[in-house]
């Protein structure tokens, strides 16, 4: 294991999470068999004093949950002077085979914490506490998820050896090397993705306006959402990088955060991913539509959650327009990927 106080608080981070997540999982199941609001008996109300306490808790963890995904890449991106080969993050991550699995665990991790936020912010405008059941079973899906990243994070820290060499980010991600992901697809081709991005991003957007307007096409628009998280992803690493970086065979998703290029990566990262979060939950909650209590409230919560969501998206593309715009690199199609 490296000594360093970002692993520590890596570890640490993880370690809070899962343990409050199992015990807040425990009294999830204990709600899913025995709550029901109308009965005033002992258990019932032992379970809705606990209930106030682990929502509670949870915001805390979820948000922190939040936070590790960029703390993790953080720290990897500091580490990389400790190993022979590694230029920043992409390198850290390939020292040994837990650091990319890890991360995609915190990917899917946070999409699913953010939601289990929005639900639990939309159940808690009910006087009855008409989502419990619901936003506990989620809990009850995401906790295993949960633990697994923090057994495979654990791996991945303590098994770091310094006499490691890894692989620098332009092999990672050089788009004439076959075999792994990373390569597969940086070998997309640049021009079509961007096209392929601003049409996505298009149809996202004009969904999201038509929901926040009509009020209808939840659903679509959670949809779009997670297809537009999806494709935006692959442009950063297919074409948008090559913008930033002005180079045509640069396709690393982690050299972006650097200060080299003014950590540009954290604000596409934090916007992309909030836009994502608010946009699936924003269609989601439309399935409580017709929940008494929510009547009310949750009109007005989906359509800030749409805005913020229409905002976001619009600003990570307004950033990656300006990337582009300003960019000395002119690619065309016959330059070869």
């Given amino acids: 294991m490296i000594l360093n106080p970002t692993v520590i608080a890596n570890l640490l981070a ?21 709550w029901n609001i109308e009965s005033g008996d002992e258990l019932q109300l032992v379970l809705e004093r606990k209930t106030y306490l682990i929502s509670t808790v949870l915001s805390f963890v979820f948000g ?59 159940d808690n405008q009910g006087y009855d506490y008409p989502l419990i059941k619901k936003k506990y079973l989620l809990l009850t899906l995401i906790t295993p998820f949960i633990v697994l990243e923090t057994v495979l994070e654990s791996f991945y820290f303590l098994g770091m050896q310094a006499d490691v060499i890894t692989s620098c980010c332009g092999s990672l991600f050089s788009s004439e090397k076959e075999g792994g992901l990373g390569s597969e697809i940086a070998a997309l081709p640049a021009k079509p993705m961007l096209w392929l991005f601003y049409g996505a991003m ?13 009020g209808r096409g939840g659903f679509l628009y959670a949809g779009l959402s997670l297809a537009m998280f999806g494709i935006a992803l692959l442009a950063i690493i297919s074409a948008i990088s090559l913008y930033i970086y002005e180079l045509p065979t640069h396709h690393c ?12 990566g954290y ?3 934090v916007l992309l991913f909030g836009a994502a979060v608010t946009g699936i939950g924003a269609g989601l909650l439309t399935a ?13 919560l989906i359509r800030k959650l749409t805005l913020a969501s229409l905002a976001l998206f619009a600003l990570f593309t307004a950033l990656v327009s300006y990337e582009v715009a300003t960019s000395s690199l002119v690619l065309s199609y016959e330059v070869v990927y």
């Avoid at 809070?16 to 068999?33: D, E, R």
């Avoid at 190993?83 to 991790?109: D, W």
């Avoid at 017709?290 to 009547?295: D, E, I, K, R, T």
């Fill in 14 to 34: 993880s370690y809070t999470s899962s343990g409050m997540l199992v015990y807040a999982a425990y009294y999830g199941v204990q709600i899913l068999k025995h």
């Fill in 64 to 122: 922190l949950q939040l936070l590790s995904l960029f703390l993790y890449v953080f720290t990897a991106d500091a580490l990389c002077p400790l190993f022979v080969g590694a230029m920043c993050a992409a390198g850290t991550l390939n020292v040994n085979g837990f650091g990319y699995p890890t991360l995609e665990l915190k990917i899917l991790n946070f999409l699913l914490a953010g939601l289990w936020l929005v639900l639990n912010h939309a």
């Fill in 202 to 214: 298009a149809a996202t957007l004009s969904g999201g306006l038509w929901f926040y307007r009509s």
């Fill in 253 to 264: 998703p982690f050299c972006i955060i650097m200060e080299d290029y003014h950590y540009v």
């Fill in 267 to 269: 604000l596409l990262y």
């Fill in 288 to 300: 409580f539509g017709n929940v008494g209590s929510l009547q009310q409230e949750l009109p007005g």
